[in-house]
């Protein structure tokens, strides 16, 4: 089988390798689709972000879906040739953090495609993989690219869960690649009366209206684009940050009205916040990272078509043009979602 490997900044690798049958508990995938996403990019680029970094070899990938080839001894309630979404997720179920509930906080997560821990944790672009069947959501009635989207909105639902009660709110969204995309499909899902976006790209605004966004902002050629929504202590409820950037977070942050959240999802560093109007607004930021439960979740939400992710699936490659795949995935002047099929 084949598998993509990152060894270095720009050296990715197609590798060949041996199948193995699946172990007792155990469910073999045969994957069709798989997503490429920002750490990927991070990890091809950069060989890494903040203080993460490539030591080996690793396998990338963690926005997945496949077919089921084979079952493990034991393994139940999954049927040969059945379409599943594969959670990336496998946190240890034994921890402090699993044992309370808050399995994205797990102490010992294996999670596809990071070099946080050493060894390295392998990531999921493979055309076989070997899975947890508590890993697998089946996804009837999906298309395989849809259902490898399930990652990404699971972590939009996790900030959405996070950022409470959004029936009536007026939401901002900095930032708009896929995670933002999502973060408006959500909100309004939620019940969000009236969003507004902004990034720097015309391309990313226009799918953001497309995904339902009352207004976009261009703030590299309109940089006091959001001035008007700070009069009278400011506007929006609830701020999705998406892009990692601080000059978009601390713009929204004025454009908070008080008592509003400001749900940070990008992540690009540490920042330099206005931390005073933070104060004087008595705004709430919250963390959100990675998901759980999410993950079944936003597969039934596709299922029965409450939301729909086919328009940011704008790219797909082939395996062995896996390079292409990822330069097509950085510009996004072009590529909302670039991804790989398998199969």
Avoid: W
Avoid at 132 to 146: F, I, N, R, S, W
Avoid at 196 to 209: E, P, R
Avoid at 285 to 303: A, C, D, I, N, P
């Amino acid at each position: 089988m084949k598998s993509i490997v990152i060894h270095a900044p720009k050296d990715l690798r197609i590798h060949e390798a041996e199948i193995t049958p699946p172990a007792a508990g155990e469910v073999q995938i045969t994957m069709a689709a798989g997503g490429i996403c920002g750490s990927d990019l991070h990890y091809y680029h950069h060989g890494g972000f903040g203080t993460i970094k490539l030591r080996e070899p690793m396998v990338l990938g963690h926005e997945v879906a496949g077919h089921v080839t084979a079952l493990g001894a034991g393994v139940t309630g999954l049927d040969i040739g059945q379409l599943v979404a594969v959670s990336p997720s496998r946190p240890c179920q034994s921890c402090k953090f699993c044992l309370e509930g808050s399995q994205n906080q797990c102490l010992n997560m294996r999670f596809y495609g990071s070099a946080m821990p050493f060894p390295h944790i392998q990531g999921a672009f493979q055309q076989m993989l070997n899975v947890d069947p508590a890993q697998c959501a089946v996804a009837d009635g999906l298309t395989p690219a849809e259902a490898a989207m399930a990652e990404p909105l699971a972590v939009c639902l996790h900030a959405t869960r996070r950022a409470g009660g959004m029936i009536g709110k007026s939401v901002l969204v900095t930032g708009c690649g896929p995670i933002g995309i999502l973060s408006i499909l959500c909100a309004r899902r939620a019940g969000a009366d009236h969003i507004v976006a902004t990034d720097l790209s015309d391309f990313t605004l226009q799918m953001a209206q497309q995904a339902g966004a009352d207004e976009v902002i261009n703030t590299g050629t309109t940089p006091n684009g959001l001035d008007r929504f700070s009069a009278d202590k400011g506007t929006f409820d609830v701020l999705y940050e998406c892009s990692g950037a601080a000059p978009a977070l601390t713009a929204g942050i004025h454009a908070m009205r008080p008592g509003g959240t400001i749900m940070q999802l990008g992540l690009g560093g540490d920042m330099t916040l206005p931390m005073m109007a933070i104060t004087a607004k008595e705004l709430m930021l919250k963390g959100s990272f990675r998901f759980h439960e999410e993950f079944h979740t936003g597969v039934s939400l596709m299922q029965k078509g409450l939301i729909n992710v086919k328009p940011l699936i704008t790219h797909t490659v082939s395996v062995d043009d896996a390079v292409k795949g990822f330069e097509i995935a950085s510009d996004r002047s072009q590529a909302m979602k670039t991804q790989i099929a398998f199969t």
